[in-house]
Each structure stands twice: as C-alpha cells, then as structure tokens.
C-alpha cells in the first residue's frame, strides 16, 4: 500500500500533536496538582445559610489543625467577600451556591472550580508567602 507524501506528514503531525496534549497533562496533574474534582457531596441549595457545614461561612481550623475555608455564591457576590489564611499551609476550600452555576478561581495557583448550586466543591490548595 503507497501512502502519499502529504498524508504521512498529516499522520506525523497529528501523532505528534496528540503526544504533545497527552505528555502536558500529565505533567499539569502531576507537577501542578491539576486534578479535576472528585468529592462529591451534595447540599440543599435553599438549606445552605442554616447547613451547619457552612455556617458561619469563612475560615475554620479542624481538631488537627488543618484550615478550612466555606465559601457561598450569590449573584454577583462571595460570602465571605474577604478572609485571610496562613501561608504555606494547606487550605481545603468548600465552596457552594444558592442560586446559579459560578466559576471560582484564585489568581496564580491552582485554585479553581465551578460551582454548581445542590454541591459541595473541594479543593486543596497552598499559598506561598509574600
């Protein structure tokens, strides 16, 4: 069988793009901690003000000392708006919404999910100092 010249070079780059995807996320899920969620946990979404694992919203630190944080998504809102958290920890995030689909993501690390009213979205992050 006689392949043309132009049809390898199509096999080739395709070949060689297809490895170039495969090989970047890999190494996105394993030097970056890049993973898509996977705890899934499910929250009344009209129930999430009075939900004890989300009230009061904000920072908390566990009986082994391990800091979480509970976010809400409101329309064009974040409860709590602002918090702290200490550098160089590891900080579980728990985040949900009341009324619609929002996308949250912090800035410069690998902090992002979308959150989906009747979830709970987790994610573990660290934040460097400085």
């Known amino acids: 069988m006689k392949v043309d010249l132009y049809e390898k070079i199509w096999m080739w780059g395709v070949a060689v ?10 190494v996105a ?3 970056d901690a890049v993973h898509p969620p996977s705890h899934v946990e ?17 920072v908390s630190t566990d009986q082994a000392g391990r800091v979480h944080v509970r976010l809400v998504g409101l329309t064009f809102a974040w409860m709590p708006a602002e918090f702290s958290v200490p550098a160089g920890t590891p ?6 919404s009341i009324d619609v689909v929002h996308g949250f ?26």
């Not at 009075?50 to 009061?56: H, K, T």
């Not at 900080?91 to 949900?96: G, K, P, R």
């Open 105 to 130: 993501q912090i800035v410069r690390t690998s902090g992002q999910t979308m959150v989906l009213p009747g979830y709970v979205s987790q994610f573990t992050t660290r934040f460097a100092a400085g």
């Open 29 to 31: 899920a394993t030097r």
């Open 17 to 26: 793009i297809l490895s170039l995807f495969f090989l970047t996320t890999a």
């Open 42 to 58: 499910t929250i009344d979404p009209k129930q999430v003000m009075s939900d004890p694992r989300f009230r009061p919203p904000g």
């Open 91 to 96: 900080v579980t995030f728990h985040v949900t």
